[in-house]
């Protein structure tokens, strides 16, 4: 369960951006998840697929349902960063610029539509492969590949206009 | 082969993730270094795409598995009664109440306890004792008895098996002579075979009448046949 609530709360935290509502979130898609397991069949795709997929119904609802109250500029809360075990090994200061570019991208990521922001996400932060995407988002493969790469080239322009040059 | 700008971008993640064919790849390397919009557009996305690949996964709050499993399986309290609940369900806790239920049944069932009319008085263990071992009691005395019988039929059993095994000896345990009985004839009343039978009279005849012609036969004959 541990693996599992940690790549659903990175991918609710890469999508909102938002700590708190990355963890009600994370909640919610166990909750569902638990009650709805009796209609999971793996014939569809893997166990972390389906999460996956009731992970970003969620966002998608989230996303919907708070749009109104959204302000479009950072959404951070402003919590620290947690870095995981792997990154002990740097030094101070590539640590320190390595969190400062990473709240910047993730910031950019959380102007990203929706539709973009998912598909970057799960291509390039969750490594997920396309044919996976595909069964994520339900689209066909040609409007996963699409996706990806408009995101990529939004997100790189939007850097480009924070003024943020990642190395 | 001619590319163009919107080629570029439409192909761009195709190049980064190296999925471009040789030939596309050189066109598109080609139309880069010399297009002042693209360098800057593929570089951007590169560094994009290095920035993305750098950030590291986000350490979950510490309380978010306590949050999940309350939100799903309910409070702790709820959660560990739950899964001591869920534990009974175990085969092994099965078996063994059931392997406990059946030593129980067999063991009132010993003492004499009547399921349907059950007594209270019955359930005393110096009742239950006393009933059980009387109980006990008369089963060792009728499996006594019945391992003796089985003996006994075992014997009987093996000593006919015998027999028919060595004809000689059975012959040898015969008795030669049978005073009372017809000659050729076996215990049977009936005769299996007439003409053997019949030979047997005509034998027995032959000697009444070599008795009266030889006096000197008389005597063995009759002792043998008239006593």
Same mark, same amino acid.
Not at chain 1, 1 to 19: A, D, V
Not at chain 2, 94 to 103: P, R
Not at chain 2, 205 to 216: D, E, G
């Given at each position: 369960?541990?693996?599992?609530?940690?790549?659903?709360?990175?991918?609710?935290?890469?999508?909102? #951006?938002? %700590?708190?509502?990355? *963890?009600? &979130?994370?909640?919610?898609?166990?909750?569902? +998840?638990?009650?709805? @397991?009796?209609?999971?069949?793996?014939?569809?795709?893997?166990?972390?697929?389906?999460?996956?997929?009731?992970?970003?119904?969620?966002?998608?609802?989230?996303?919907?349902?708070?749009?109104?109250?959204?302000?479009?500029?950072?959404?951070?809360?402003?919590?620290?960063?947690?870095?995981?075990?792997?990154?002990? #090994?740097? %030094?101070?200061?590539? *640590?320190? &610029?390595?969190?400062?570019?990473?709240?910047? +991208?993730?910031?950019? @990521?959380?102007?990203?539509?929706?539709?973009?922001?998912?598909?970057?996400?799960?291509?390039?932060?969750?490594?997920?492969?396309?044919?996976?995407?595909?069964?994520?988002?339900?689209?066909?493969?040609?409007?996963?590949?699409?996706?990806?790469?408009?995101?990529?080239?939004?997100?790189?322009?939007?850097?480009?206009?924070?003024?943020?040059?990642?190395? | 082969?001619?590319?163009?700008?919107?080629?570029?971008?439409?192909?761009?993640?195709?190049?980064?993730?190296?999925?471009?064919?040789?030939?596309?790849?050189?066109?598109?390397?080609?139309?880069?270094?010399?297009?002042?919009?693209?360098?800057?557009?593929?570089?951007?996305?590169?560094?994009?795409?290095?920035?993305?690949?750098?950030?590291?996964?986000?350490?979950?709050?510490?309380?978010?598995?306590?949050?999940?499993?309350?939100?799903?399986?309910?409070?702790?309290?709820?959660?560990?009664?739950?899964?001591?609940?869920?534990?009974?369900?175990?085969?092994?806790?099965?078996?063994?109440?059931?392997?406990?239920?059946?030593?129980?049944?067999?063991?009132?069932?010993?003492?004499?306890?009547?399921?349907?009319?059950?007594?209270?008085?019955?359930?005393?263990?110096?009742?239950?004792?006393?009933?059980?071992?009387?109980?006990?009691?008369?089963?060792?005395?009728?499996?006594?008895?019945?391992?003796?019988?089985?003996?006994?039929?075992?014997?009987?059993?093996?000593?006919?098996?015998?027999?028919?095994?060595?004809?000689?000896?059975?012959?040898?345990?015969?008795?030669?002579?049978?005073?009372?009985?017809?000659?050729?004839?076996?215990?049977?009343?009936?005769?299996?075979?007439?003409?053997?039978?019949?030979?047997?009279?005509?034998?027995?005849?032959?000697?009444?009448?070599?008795?009266?012609?030889?006096?000197?036969?008389?005597?063995?004959?009759?002792?043998?046949?008239?006593?």
């Amino acid at each position: 369960m541990r693996r599992h609530s940690r790549r659903i709360f990175n991918i609710c935290y890469r999508f909102t #951006g938002n %700590r708190t509502e990355s *963890q009600d &979130l994370s909640q919610d898609v166990f909750l569902r +998840v638990y009650r709805t @397991l009796g209609s999971y069949r793996s014939a569809h795709g893997g166990f972390a697929t389906w999460m996956t997929s009731v992970t970003r119904n969620l966002l998608i609802d989230h996303y919907r349902r708070t749009k109104r109250d959204r302000v479009t500029d950072s959404l951070d809360d402003k919590m620290p960063l947690v870095e995981n075990k792997e990154s002990a #090994g740097r %030094r101070p200061d590539e *640590q320190a &610029l390595l969190g400062e570019l990473s709240g910047q +991208v993730q910031s950019a @990521l959380t102007k990203l539509s929706p539709e973009l922001r998912e598909a970057v996400i799960l291509r390039d932060l969750q490594q997920l492969e396309y044919s996976e995407i595909q069964q994520v988002l339900a689209v066909p493969e040609g409007t996963v590949k699409s996706r990806i790469n408009r995101g990529r080239i939004e997100l790189a322009r939007i850097l480009q206009q924070m003024g943020v040059r990642p190395s | 082969m001619n590319w163009t700008c919107e080629q570029t971008e439409a192909r761009l993640s195709d190049y980064l993730d190296g999925l471009l064919q040789p030939v596309e790849q050189s066109a598109f390397n080609l139309h880069v270094n010399t297009c002042e919009r693209c360098a800057p557009l593929v570089a951007a996305v590169a560094r994009t795409l290095g920035g993305l690949y750098a950030m590291e996964p986000v350490e979950p709050p510490a309380e978010l598995e306590n949050a999940i499993l309350t939100a799903t399986l309910g409070a702790p309290s709820w959660r560990n009664l739950r899964r001591w609940l869920k534990s009974l369900q175990s085969p092994r806790f099965v078996y063994s109440m059931a392997s406990l239920a059946a030593t129980l049944i067999v063991i009132l069932a010993a003492s004499g306890f009547s399921f349907s009319k059950p007594k209270l008085a019955e359930l005393r263990p110096a009742t239950i004792y006393r009933n059980a071992d009387r109980k006990a009691h008369l089963v060792y005395a009728q499996s006594a008895k019945f391992v003796s019988d089985l003996r006994v039929v075992y014997e009987i059993q093996t000593r006919l098996n015998e027999n028919e095994q060595n004809p000689a000896t059975r012959e040898q345990a015969v008795p030669q002579n049978f005073p009372d009985k017809q000659p050729g004839r076996t215990d049977n009343t009936n005769p299996s075979a007439p003409k053997q039978q019949n030979r047997a009279d005509e034998i027995g005849r032959s000697l009444r009448v070599l008795a009266s012609q030889f006096p000197v036969f008389s005597g063995s004959v009759g002792e043998r046949r008239m006593p």
